[in-house]
């Protein structure tokens, strides 16, 4: 190796590290959940519409079930609506709406004017359990199992790709492990 | 006067744009300054928690300072916000297996760098030394 060889050597490694940035530029801002394969954090939240009413994690113990974060101010809540509402109506899994840091008139206006995808929709109006699961983004959502343990975890939008590869073989392996 | 007027209006504006948190003593306030610092906002990745003005870092630095108020101690507060978020909200990496390669790789680089400048120094002085013998050579 002369010294003509190692600058052109330094400059093919940088172009690939270049090359390498770009591609994963749109991934870089995603942060790996640490709660992946722990148990959800535990919450006690009422619901929406019937504050008098609370659930907390245990209520939903048993079955697996996703749990959504969305709010009215979330501009992206709006382009996974359909997405979110199609996996509600086949019935697959029970999806939990978690409509935080919100008015509770601004959701019920974002819901007659959207539709009502979720099977029960809990209200984290200050955004305490959104800061327990390390919410950072919207929308946000967890597929927890029958255990209560958070096995998947979706940042941004789920698209119809997402759901057929990474939920429902999930949700088909916990139901067969039953 | 208007000036003073205008003045006192933007000096107004300062104080609304920071919650109003209350300290008990200076020294807690220097530890909250300390830790949000050193604490990043997810939303926005290249701020901290004292810089960003996204809601989620103003709920975070609440949370910061009620468990400032109830005694916990900066690793606790660190600890809580990791578990939840990750090491990313560190601004300041943990050194454990995964992050050697990351803390070593200055030391790493400057021994390679100085391998270079040694390798480079005596190929030198190794030509000049060659370039001598040669010119004492009375037969050349």
């Known amino acids: 190796m002369n010294s003509r ?3 052109l050597i330094g400059f093919v490694l940088l172009v690939i590290l270049l090359i390498v940035g770009l591609k994963i530029s749109d991934q870089k801002t995603l942060i790996p959940s640490p709660l992946i394969n722990k148990p959800a954090p535990a919450f006690d939240l009422p619901i929406l519409g019937n504050p008098e009413q609370r659930l907390t994690k245990e209520s939903f113990l048993g079955k697996p079930y996703l749990v959504n974060f969305w709010a009215s101010w979330c501009v992206t809540c709006r382009v996974e609506h359909p997405v979110v509402t199609e996996l509600a109506r086949s019935k697959k899994i029970i999806v939990v709406g978690m409509n935080f840091r919100d008015e509770v008139a ?4 974002w819901l007659e004017q959207f539709g009502d995808p979720y099977d029960i929709i809990l209200r984290d109006g200050d955004g305490r359990t959104s800061i327990d699961f390390g919410v950072y983004a919207a929308p946000e959502t967890f597929l927890i199992d029958p255990n209560g343990i958070i096995v998947f975890k979706q940042t941004g939008a789920l698209t119809p790709e997402i759901i057929e590869t990474e ?3 999930r949700v088909a392996a916990m139901e067969a492990g039953n | ?4 007027a205008l003045l006192l209006l933007l000096l107004t504006f300062s104080v609304f744009a ?8 200076q020294q807690q306030q220097d530890r909250f300054d300390q830790l949000t610092k050193e604490l990043r906002c997810l939303v926005c990745q290249n701020q901290n928690l004292a810089d960003s003005d996204a809601p989620l870092a103003h709920d975070l630095r609440q949370e ?11 690793d606790q507060i660190k600890q809580f916000l990791v578990q939840r978020y990750g090491d990313f909200v560190l601004y300041r990496p943990p050194v454990q297996t995964n992050t050697y390669l990351l803390w070593l790789a200055p030391l790493l680089l400057f021994i390679g760098g ?16 060659s370039d001598e013998t040669t010119n004492e050579n009375p037969d050349n």
């Open chain 1, 106 to 109: 601004d959701a019920t206006d």
């Open chain 1, 167 to 169: 939920i429902l073989p």
């Open chain 2, 64 to 74: 910061v300072f009620e468990m400032l108020q109830t005694g916990q101690s900066n």
């Open chain 2, 114 to 129: 100085a391998l270079v400048v040694i390798a480079s120094i005596r190929k030198r002085a190794s030509l000049l030394a």
């Open chain 2, 1 to 4: 006067m208007k000036l003073k």
């Open chain 1, 5 to 7: 060889t190692l600058p």
């Open chain 2, 18 to 25: 920071q919650e109003p948190l209350v300290f008990e003593n």
